[in-house]
């Protein structure tokens, strides 16, 4: 599975972005995740999916205003993100893994596909 994250870019605090995350075959059967990462900081969780899209998990940082959804007709998962703070500056990556139970995934570990990553930047 090849990954493609899209999306990111310059925005103001209060602002929204959606990142959108392409997968090259199918989506079905592999739990999906957006993680982050800022400069001198480690790689962080901000939102996993289960396959079915019946579950989700967020990091405590972004609940109630990212979500995480996904369209697997269409093999993309999306991050919707509100009321965008200068701390969500960062490298946005997804990440797919293949499961075999609707199961959310919330650590880099366990993730075996990764994509290339798309800069959000928020301006305060």
């Known amino acids: 599975v090849q990954l493609q994250a899209s999306g990111g870019g310059l925005v103001q605090a209060g602002g929204s972005l959606r990142l959108s995350c392409a997968a090259s075959?199918?989506?079905?059967?592999?739990?999906m995740g957006w993680f982050r990462q800022a400069p001198g900081k480690e790689r962080e969780f901000v939102a996993g999916?289960?396959?079915?899209?019946?579950?989700?998990l967020y990091a405590d940082s972004v609940k109630g205003r990212f979500t995480i959804s996904r369209d697997n007709a269409n093999h993309t998962v999306y991050l919707r993100m509100n009321n965008l703070k200068p701390e969500d500056t960062a490298t946005y990556y997804c990440?797919?893994?293949?499961?075999?139970?609707?199961?959310?995934?919330?650590?880099?570990?366990?993730?075996?596909?990764w994509g290339q990553g798309t800069q959000v930047t928020v301006s305060s």
């Open positions: 990440a797919a893994r293949w499961v075999d139970t609707d199961v959310v995934i919330y650590t880099t570990d366990r993730y075996e596909y």
């Open positions: 999916i289960s396959w079915s899209g019946g579950r989700s």
């Open positions: 075959g199918r989506t079905n059967f592999y739990a």
